[in-house]
């Protein structure tokens, strides 16, 4: 027993890419560390747990202490054996913004980026870290890029919190970034759009061949929707979650005015895409996040859309020893966004 116990051990240790993929949301903390083989990944390790009062808001890491102290007693419990960790940062803490540089030569394009940053952005540059993507080059030279900006504050945040777990630091993702390396092990064909639901905001990414191409993030999310339940009913928001998570909120003729306001701002962050992006049609649409779990919210978004929508479903890609295959299909909505952070190295190698 004991020799099949430490073997079990050291095999999970080899095949463990000895990498972290962590990602703090308002309401839950996620961690997981992966690996993969023939068959698609294989979940090594996972942690789930709800977020300290007070600890997150809107995606800023409000208490450190917190943090670390639920973090480390994670880390201990569940036996996490990587040392190195890759996170995310979502919602309102990142700005994203599609531009247009002037036809140039390519090693004059930084400055000229982070020029046209300056012009574009609601906060100074020398306040964020700042990155960028060429996506595509038009017949006129023009180059068209994806903005990423984040406030330098919360970098720093994150990697105090790291350096209090005695944990390395790989990289800080934003989270479609992360989800496109998920769903890029799907197998699936095709421009797909994504849509992430969160507590408080909404992530609406497209992919193509598992490339981000355009990603907005949209004010709304799944409290959203609660508070509104509980101001019409009059009720606590305790029974207006209840009754949000178990009810067909779609079925009803005088549906939730935050569901209709979510619904419209996500038809209009596809429109602009297409507009954009008139050489891509999006083939299917994937909704993922703990909003992804509002019954018939999938199908509501076929028929106002006219296109295939689906839950994100790791079935088939996505095994694991460690949890039971009922566990990960109550809980896989929320791990899109870890496991795309811990195949992080995997991808590289």
Do not use: C
Request: glycine share 8%; no cysteine; aromatic share 6%.
């Amino acid at each position: 027993m004991g020799i099949l116990t430490t073997l079990k051990e050291k095999i999970r240790l080899f095949n463990n890419n000895n990498i972290i993929g962590l990602d703090i949301g308002d309401e839950s903390i996620k961690l997981a560390e992966v690996s993969t083989n023939k068959q698609g990944i294989v979940l090594n390790n996972l942690a789930i747990s709800p977020v300290p009062e007070g600890a997150v808001k809107n995606g800023d890491l409000n208490d450190i202490i917190k943090l670390e102290g639920l973090l480390r007693q994670l880390l201990k419990e569940k036996e996490f054996q990587a040392k190195k960790v890759v996170a995310a940062i979502s919602g309102e803490q990142v700005i994203s913004r599609m531009i247009d540089v002037p036809v140039m030569p390519i090693e004059e394009l930084a400055a000229a980026i982070k020029w046209e940053a300056s012009e574009k952005l609601p906060i100074r540059v020398e306040d964020v870290v700042l990155e960028y993507e060429v996506l595509s080059q038009a017949k006129d030279g023009k180059y068209q890029v994806l903005l990423i900006a984040v406030n330098k504050k919360l970098i720093n945040k994150y990697l105090n919190l790291f350096e209090l777990l005695e944990l390395e630091p790989v990289a800080i993702e934003i989270e479609p970034v992360a989800i496109a390396r998920t769903i890029g092990r799907l197998g699936l064909a095709g421009t797909i759009g994504v849509i992430d639901i969160g507590t408080n905001t909404t992530d609406i990414s497209i992919l193509d061949k598992g490339k981000l191409l355009f990603t907005r993030n949209i004010g709304l999310g799944g409290e959203n929707i609660t508070d509104d339940i509980a101001e019409m009913q009059e009720s606590s928001f305790e029974e207006a979650e209840t009754y949000k998570i178990s009810t067909n909120l779609f079925e009803q003729e005088d549906i939730n005015l935050i569901v209709r306001n979510l619904t419209t701002a996500i038809y209009r962050s596809l429109d602009y895409f297409q507009v954009q992006y008139r050489g891509f049609d999006i083939d299917k649409l994937i909704i993922t996040g703990g909003g992804a779990n509002l019954i018939g919210f999938a199908d509501h978004l076929s028929k106002e859309f006219e296109i295939s929508v689906d839950k994100l479903n790791l079935s088939g890609y996505l095994s694991s020893e460690m949890v039971s295959d009922k566990y990960l299909s109550e809980v896989e909505q929320l791990l899109g966004v870890s496991i795309g952070l811990a195949l992080r190295e995997e991808d590289e190698k």
